[in-house]
């Protein structure tokens, strides 16, 4: 166990931030994202790119997109019930289909394999698969492997990374 130094909270090792009070845990210079080969995923190849100053707009053959809040890209997710977020990392042969990488996931403690999001008919839900930083929604904390129901515009929250769900209408 790890103890955070603001709050006293007893936390997992390996754990980067604070789940109380947001607090980096381990590397208190910083923390860099090495340079990793990405692999080409059927999701990137129609990634969008939706940098502008009116609000995100999901890609219209997608059912969801993922407005990833630092940069203002939207990642559709077009064609697929269910998909995992996460981070490549070298040697690892189990990868998540979206890798947040590129957006400095790393930075932001999310986990190599940290949530997933998944279509149940009308209902789309996210789990967090385990991560060492916890997963929230709309700034409450979900529990870990039970799915948690989410709607249009809702924030998740991958440790301190923060991805804004986009659902076009029917």
Known sequence: MILCQN???KEMLGAMFCSECGVQLIYPQGLTTSAVRLTTSKLWAKQVNAKSE???VASPDALISLNIINTGDCLPLSGLGEVT???????QPVTPDIDLTPYKAYE????????????IEDLVVVTDLG????TRVNGMQITPHIPCP???????TLGKFKIQLLLRNR
């Open 7 to 9: 709050c006293l909270h």
């Open 54 to 56: 009116e609000e995100p």
């Open 85 to 91: 977020l996460g981070r490549v990392s070298e040697g």
């Open 108 to 119: 932001g403690g999310v986990s190599r394999l940290h949530a997933s999001i998944r279509m």
């Open 131 to 134: 991560s060492a930083n916890g």
């Open 150 to 156: 989410i709607k249009h515009g809702d924030i998740l």
